[in-house]
């Protein structure tokens, strides 16, 4: 067994400036985050915009308020909560036999059924038509009535 001398330091210079190098660092990061901030909102600030008015359309858009349907016929319940919203109603047509059935403007044909649950029928016609979007397909009938959903691409 050997023993080998580990060499003693005589001198080491101590770090006093360290502290102040990284409160400078910090400072010039801090300082270039504002410049460039500041450039960009300057930069990208629409002519026309509105603080209060953007701060509106974010609460109506994050509100969970639901739209009440009680007292309207299931046509009506429709419009309201289908047209505008999920697709561009041209005409709504009821049957005899208790569904109702929308042609939008892309000549797409949807068949509500008034025994399921409305509000779900339309989450379920959203989800698909944003599917079909992405996938660059156009829906030409989405019929709700059977306990399967019947869907038709062009």
């Known amino acids: 067994m050997s023993r080998e001398k580990i060499p003693v330091k005589v001198f080491s210079a101590a ?71 999920v697709i561009d109603v041209v005409s709504i047509e009821k049957s005899p036999h208790g569904y109702v059935t929308i042609k939008d403007k892309n000549e797409s044909v949807v068949i509500f059924s008034s025994g399921k649950e409305l509000e779900t029928q339309v989450r379920t016609l959203q989800t698909l038509l944003t599917k079909a979007k992405i996938e660059k397909r156009v829906v030409s009938l989405v019929d709700f009535r059977f306990e399967k959903l019947v869907v038709r691409y062009k």
């Open 15 to 85: 770090k006093i400036h360290a502290k102040i190098r990284i409160t400078r660092l910090t400072a010039e990061v801090a300082i270039l985050l504002v410049v460039l901030v500041g450039t960009a909102i300057t930069l990208f600030w629409p002519s026309n915009f509105s603080l209060q008015q953007t701060f509106e359309n974010l609460k109506t858009a994050l509100s969970l308020e639901k739209v009440e349907t009680r007292g309207l016929s299931f046509e009506d319940q429709v419009r309201v909560l289908v047209d505008g919203k």
